[in-house]
């Protein structure tokens, strides 16, 4: 079995056509059939459909898909560590962070971190909590710091930061902080600003307004990422949103929690890697300083 056929499978799998992947690839499209072909008469199965839209999966197709995706990122970390101690390189790590965890977490480490490894190389990529963990799972991250999945995973590797909880927030002088009674129906009376249907915090919300058996808020305002980029908005009208409390109150003056109990998610921020990848010196001593920082950031939370 050709390590290339391999490579060009994977490609037209992630591109859904032969043309394009062979544009990606630089190959010629009948190259990539004949590689296609090579690979199902080797395994004796059936990888893919044509259909209208191009190559689809077939079921074996999608199994394959994702061992082959497994193989090639444990190759790649072979690869890298073997180069690492070949030639004494510090190398390079790759990190995702979400947006709402820049500030807060990662910019201080990496800081610490560029300080103690002058030559260090750090790739950042941010992003949604669900695609960098698929990209971690993929080997194109060496790890996250990210909200911590509640269900262990035997890829992953959790390593617990600290517990920051999703908060509803508002302006200072927002009118429901005045509301006597405050219950969930009033939120509704009032625009949100919220991350759009595939992200967490957004999923919360809407769940907690439908089993209340109340529709869905109002969103006047709706991101691809998290809302602590658009805190101005959130001051400047009677906009609602949710972000972490540790958010609130590091770094959003002229904001407030609204005062109800049911409004409150607890959730884990962490690091992820996964469980059997190559961890390279540099990116131990990246996770050594993130617990670090956290331990001594606990330490005063629960003085204060």
Known sequence: MRLEDLNYFVAVAQAG????????????????????????????IQLFVRSSRGMDLTTSGTVFLE??????????????????LHLGKLGVVRVGVPSSLVGSVFSDAFADLIQQRPA????????????LVTGLRRGELDLCIATLPHK????????????DDLVVVARDQHPLHDKRSLRLAHLGDFPWLLPNAD?????????????????????????NSSAEGLMAAIRKTDLLTVIGHGTLVQSTRGLRALDIPDLRWSRSVGILRRQDGYHSPLANRLVEILIKRAATLRTANSKG
């Open 152 to 163: 262990s995973d035997a890829e992953l590797k959790q390593t617990q930061l600290f517990d």
């Open 199 to 223: 992200v967490i915090a957004r999923k919360l919300v809407d769940a907690c307004f439908t089993e209340a058996g109340l529709p869905p808020p109002t969103v006047a305002l709706e991101t």
């Open 67 to 84: 061992r082959i995706l497994n193989v090639r990122s444990s190759l790649h970390d072979a690869i890298r560590e073997a180069n690492d």
């Open 17 to 44: 056509q032969i043309a394009r992947a062979a544009e990606q690839m630089g190959q010629s499209q009948p190259a990539l059939t004949k590689a296609i072909q090579r690979l199902e008469q080797q395994l004796g």
């Open 120 to 131: 260090a190389r750090v790739q950042v990529t941010i992003g949604l909590n669900d695609p």
